[in-house]
Nanobody, 131 residues
Framework: QVQLVESGGGSAQAGGSLRLSCAAS????????MGWFRQAPGKEREGVAT????????YYADSAKGRFTISQDNAKNTVYLRMNNLKPEDSAMYYC????????????????????????WGQGTQVTVSS
């Protein structure tokens, strides 16, 4: 059974930091695309960062570059998102996502384009940043 269990959300002041964790089970993170997406009220879900397991490549939305870092611990089958210099506009529900099916090429495209079409989703964790 596939599961993605997020933790680490919460509240922070602008300029502060948070680290999100996502523990995966039922598939192997090292051969998958895993990542973080977010959705603010009234807005579409958007990609934040992804980690391509086979070669460790990382991909970021422009809004996340220079402030967020995605990493993965294959031994723990867990992906992390370190968020620094948080801004109020980062407030959203953050979802862990994984593409572990199909071909390796499809998983690579999911990661490199932050595409959510083939993603499996966690339940989400709320991040609220106050000014």
């Amino acid at each position: 059974q596939v599961q993605l269990v997020e933790s680490g959300g919460g509240s922070a002041q602008a300029g502060g930091s948070l680290r999100l964790s996502c523990a995966a089970s039922g598939f192997t993170a090292s051969t998958s695309c895993m990542g973080w997406f977010r959705q603010a009220p009234g807005k579409e879900r958007e990609g934040v960062a992804t980690f391509y397991g086979p070669d460790g490549s990382t991909y970021y939305a422009d809004s996340a570059k220079g402030r967020f870092t995605i990493s993965q611990d294959n031994a723990k089958n867990t992906v992390y998102l370190r968020m620094n210099n948080l801004k109020p506009e980062d407030s959203a529900m953050y979802y862990c996502a994984a593409d572990f099916g199909g071909t390796s090429y499809r998983r690579f495209i999911s990661c490199s384009t932050l595409n959510n079409a083939n993603m499996y989703w966690g339940q989400g964790t709320q991040v609220t940043v106050s000014s």
